[in-house]
């Protein structure tokens, strides 16, 4: 079966494609189909002159998407070097649609997300689907390349990774409550003794009731540990896992980006290193920027877009005050304080798309903050096992597909960029 993504190959002959009509318009005695198959869209042109009477009639019955099967000979399109068109000998209606109720007109955010599992089929979608699945193969592309192996986590988890009170707790047979995973970084960790790098890849959930435009209570998060790896190297596993994906997406997707009117300029300044910053001066230019933040607050949504604003290409925020960080990330040795932690923030006002740290590796300092965080130390009796047994400096970090989708695509809402999205006031279709 050809697809439309191979037509180049084919110029001059006639084919046969399948697919579904994505727009339609007549003028007079031709009549214009732009044809999408899942690998891309092609105008089939079906000129009366040319198909015959009876395959025009035929053309004139068809609906916005129905499914057809067109014959014809290709041709390069004359105005548009690079892009082809059908000139149709043949159609065949494999199923007639009913009237479409996505039109082309301007529709609201809530009457395109009930009829998500159509919208799906819009090009700008049908572009962010194919760079979303690209940046995922990339991401273990990169990872694999550089010593990482896939280890899946598991979902359903007896505890929580920083305390209970944003996750979704479900009943687990006579075994008491079980929680949808928010992360496999603690997994990872035991991984990592086994492995020495290994990542997993996967749905997460969080049941934080936000309703911004970056908030999701079920995406996915790829969560990367490695063994032997402290602070500085690990900020450098993350910029040049970054600046392989965008740099990638910008050679081998540049129709889809300009299909989503995505200005590229920025993305070609994202080669590593990446700007570099404290937590203490991060806050210092925020005030500068009138900001009222606190010295010892985390960023919010909105600090994270003024200060992107001033960047021209990714910056780490790194070493945040420990009292506001989760307890296994490990301290600064020349300030205890501060953790040895880093956010990544996407320019352009797109805020965190990485969150990692060093983690704590001795014991009985990570038993103290166990303790100092009031979580049940024999559900973590496990993870303690692991600074028993060999304990080695180690870090990881997670990267948010969607948020990473969002600003590759230049988009403004998180909810486009996974194809059933699940929202705290929407878990439909």
Request: glycine share 8%; charged share 25%.
């Amino acid at each position: 079966m050809i697809q439309i993504k191979d037509l180049s190959k084919h110029v001059g002959e006639e084919v046969t494609i399948h697919g579904w009509v994505y727009s339609l318009r007549s003028s007079g005695k031709i009549t214009f189909f732009q044809i999408r198959d899942g690998s891309g869209f092609v105008q089939a042109i079906v000129e009366e002159k040319n198909s015959g009477a009876e395959v025009f009639q035929k053309a004139q019955t068809v609906t916005q998407e129905s499914s057809v099967e067109i014959t014809g000979n290709v041709v390069e399109h004359p105005k548009r070097k690079g892009e082809f068109e059908i000139h149709a000998t043949g159609i065949r209606v494999i199923q007639l649609a009913s009237e479409f109720p996505i039109g082309n007109k301007e529709h609201g955010p809530d009457f395109l997300l009930d009829n998500r599992h159509l919208w799906l089929r819009s090009q700008s979608q049908w572009a962010i689907l194919r760079i979303r699945n690209a940046i995922y193969q990339l991401t273990e592309k990169w990872l694999q390349d550089h010593g990482f192996i896939r280890f899946d986590s598991p979902i359903l988890t007896p505890s929580a990774c920083e305390g209970t009170t944003t996750l979704f707790g479900v009943d687990y047979f006579d075994l008491g409550q079980a929680y949808l995973s928010q992360s496999g970084q603690l997994y990872l960790e035991a991984g990592i003794e086994s492995v020495g790098r290994c990542y997993d890849f996967g749905p997460v959930f969080r049941a934080e009731k936000s309703k911004t435009r970056r908030h999701l209570t079920e995406f996915w998060m790829m969560d990367a540990e490695a063994a032997f790896v402290e602070h500085k190297e690990n900020i450098e596993i993350q910029e040049q896992l970054i600046s392989f994906i965008v740099q990638n997406i910008l050679e081998h997707y540049s129709y889809e980006l300009k299909l989503l009117e995505r200005n590229i300029e920025p993305l070609k300044k994202v080669q590593a290193p990446f700007y570099r910053i404290t937590h203490r001066e991060a806050i210092k230019k925020l005030h500068e920027l009138g900001s009222t933040i606190g010295e010892d607050d985390d960023l919010g949504a909105e600090d994270e877009t003024i200060l992107t604003q001033q960047y021209d290409k990714p910056i780490f925020v790194e070493k945040y005050p420990a009292i506001i960080k989760a307890f296994y990330m490990k301290r600064d040795p020349e300030d205890p304080t501060r953790a040895l932690c880093a956010d990544l923030l996407a320019p352009e006002g797109y805020g965190e798309i990485i969150g990692g740290s060093q983690r704590e590796d001795d014991h009985d300092t990570l038993l103290a903050r166990i303790k100092e965080h009031e979580l049940p130390v024999e559900a973590f009796q496990w993870y303690l096992d692991l600074r028993k047994f060999g304990s080695i400096p180690h870090s990881g970090f997670g990267v948010g597909l969607e948020r990473l989708v969002t600003w590759i695509c230049g988009l403004h809402h998180l909810r486009e960029t996974i194809p059933f999205p699940r929202m705290i006031n929407r878990k439909t279709p």
